[in-house]
């Protein structure tokens, strides 16, 4: 049972690239959320899904975009890069929002 | 001020003792608290999670909130090497999905 995978793991970029961030779950687990995790700020949340379709914003939402139109998978798309979301990237999915279980996180590098 | 304050650490314990691990916050709408776990370059484990005031028990793991005192606590007996990681404690409001997480704790557990 692979819980949650995310890919890449590792991801280097140029500034102004679009990037996809990919996160799928073998739970179907109705909900499921995007984090950053930073020094100095720790885990922020970015977006988050109650549902397939349905999506709504976090703590850090700008510069990002998500969709979820199968349960299973929610990608992060960072539209135009920038170096401040140089950063670790965690998905996370549960039966609810008390339950949050993380995948192994992607380690983005925007130079 | 921060919603949530947890001090960084490090806590540096020998193996066996108790460990006492704590955050407060400002917000009384918090309803949902949790704590997690996180090894380095690894993604959070949910160790527990819990609704009310009062303790919650999971083997040597024991979490405690004070509402009227807007604290929280993770109480780990017999401590062991392994239990060295990051501890982060999160909290939901009441109604709402956005999670927030301390800064966590960096504990070490000396053989």
């Known amino acids: 049972d692979a819980g949650i995978t995310q890919s890449p793991r590792y991801k280097i970029t140029e500034t102004g690239r679009q990037v996809t961030l990919m996160c799928h779950q073998t739970?179907?687990?109705?909900?499921m959320f995007w984090y950053r995790q930073d020094l100095g700020h720790g885990l922020r949340l970015i977006y988050y899904s109650a549902a397939a379709d349905i999506t709504d914003k976090g703590e850090v939402p700008d510069g990002y975009v998500v969709s979820r139109s199968k349960t299973e998978n929610f990608p992060l798309t960072l539209e135009s890069a920038t170096r401040s979301q140089t950063s670790v990237y965690f998905c996370?999915?549960?039966?609810?929002?008390?339950?949050?279980?993380f995948g192994p996180g992607t380690r983005l590098l925007v130079l | 001020q921060k919603e949530v304050e947890q001090d960084p650490g490090p806590l540096s314990v020998p193996e066996g003792a108790i460990v006492s691990l704590n955050c407060t916050y400002s917000n009384s709408a918090f309803q949902y608290f949790m704590w997690y776990r996180q090894y380095s370059r690894k993604g959070p484990e949910l160790l527990m999670y819990?609704?009310?005031?009062g303790n919650k028990e999971d083997g040597r793991f024991t979490a405690q909130v004070d509402k009227s005192s807007k604290y929280i606590s993770l109480f780990i007996r017999d401590s062991q090497p392994s239990d060295s990681a990051t501890y982060l404690c999160a909290m939901i409001h009441t109604g709402g999905f956005k999670t927030i997480f301390g800064a966590g704790t960096r504990l070490f557990v000396k053989a």
């Open positions: 996370a999915a549960g039966t609810g929002k008390e339950t949050q279980y």
């Open positions: 739970w179907s687990h109705s909900y």
């Open positions: 819990t609704y009310s005031s």
